[in-house]
């Protein structure tokens, strides 16, 4: 994907994004949910990095940890788990329903190198944190290019 950036002024990165948010959207609501027995969904995922770590920020609430799934594979983090539903009764008349619940599952591409062994994963306060440090990589090596005599 290319990405393009201050072209005329224009920030078009951020309307590349914004777009790509909508018809994420869009397909999101387009998907056969309530023709099937098990709704899927996606929590909002914040993705930042610092110097040592890219941190990765999962909204959650309403889960037990033991019903959250988190794996790294080659360059792929996954996030997945079971948030019930918190319905008092079958036998009621719906006025407002925007909680998702179900399963769910979120796939981060990782760009970087990490180093899979010192991984961690916090959650508090609905909040899933994912730490992941990045691989610390040798220096360069210096040849030593000097003709032959």
Do not use: C
Request: glycine share 4%; charged share 30%; net charge negative.
């Amino acid at each position: 994907m290319v990405r393009y950036r201050n072209y005329f002024g224009r920030d078009f990165e951020g309307v590349q994004q914004s777009m790509e948010k909508m018809l994420d959207n869009i397909f999101d609501e387009m998907r056969p949910t309530m023709f099937s027995a098990e709704q899927t969904w996606k929590p909002p995922v914040d993705i930042y990095e610092t110097a040592e770590e890219i941190v990765v920020l999962v909204e959650i609430a309403g889960m037990k940890k033991k019903d959250i799934k988190v794996t790294i594979e080659d360059d792929l983090l996954k996030i997945s788990g079971l948030r019930p539903d918190y319905s008092p009764s079958a036998k009621m008349k719906l006025h407002q329903m925007e909680i998702d619940y179900g399963s769910f599952q979120r796939v981060v591409k990782i760009a970087l190198p990490i180093d899979t062994d010192n991984i961690s994963a916090k959650y508090n306060e609905g909040f899933l944190q994912i730490t992941l440090p990045k691989k610390k990589l040798k220096p360069p090596v210096v040849i030593d290019t000097s003709p032959e005599e």
